[in-house]
Structure formats: C-alpha cells, structure tokens
C-alpha cells in the first residue's frame, strides 16, 4: 500500500473495525459502555494512527491509538 495524505476506503474499514472493538470494552476507566467518542485520522508524513477520542459520563476524557501504519522512506507501509 502507497501511503496517501487523504484517508483510503481501507483506512476507514481499518478505523471502523478497531472502533468496533474499542467500543465494546466500554469507557477504560469506569467501563461503561455508553460514552460519547470520536474516531479520528492522523496522516503523519511517517505514520498514519487511527485514534479513538472518549468523553465518558465519568469524567474520564483520553484519546487512544486504536491502530496505526508507518511507512518507510519511499512511503510504503513498512511490516
Ligand atoms: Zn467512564
């Protein structure tokens, strides 16, 4: 896969899976499952993460990386 500076059609397979899961597990600190979040892109010239941004009831607000790519010089996805 070329890296891209637009998300890809897999890129947003890739975020929704993830999402799925993330969701799922519910809020990390109170384990709620009904919490506000967004699912973001961030396209790094060497990376690209896929991030979930929780605001949970609870108070807990964090962002974690569900899943991320990184390319090498020549912007291929590095193994
Ligand atoms: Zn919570």
Same mark, same amino acid.
């Given at each position: 896969? #070329?890296?891209? @500076?637009?998300?890809? #059609?897999?890129? #947003?397979? /890739?975020? %929704?899976? *993830?999402? *799925? $899961? $993330? *969701? @799922?597990?519910?809020c !990390?600190? &109170? +384990?709620n499952?009904i919490f506000t979040y967004? $699912? +973001?892109?961030? /396209?790094?010239?060497?990376?690209?993460?896929?991030?979930?941004?929780v605001?949970c009831? &609870?108070?807990? %607000?964090? *962002?974690? #990386?569900?899943? $991320? !790519?990184?390319?090498?010089?020549?912007?291929?996805?590095? %193994?």
């Open positions: 896969m #070329i890296k891209q @500076d637009e998300p890809t #059609i897999e890129d #947003i397979s /890739i975020l %929704e899976n *993830v999402l *799925v $899961a $993330a *969701v @799922d597990k519910g !990390r600190e &109170c +384990g499952l967004q $699912a +973001g892109l961030s /396209i790094e010239k060497e990376s690209k993460l896929y991030l979930f941004s605001d009831a &609870c108070g807990a %607000e964090y *962002v974690e #990386i569900l899943d $991320a !790519r990184y390319f090498d010089d020549n912007g291929n996805e590095e %193994e």
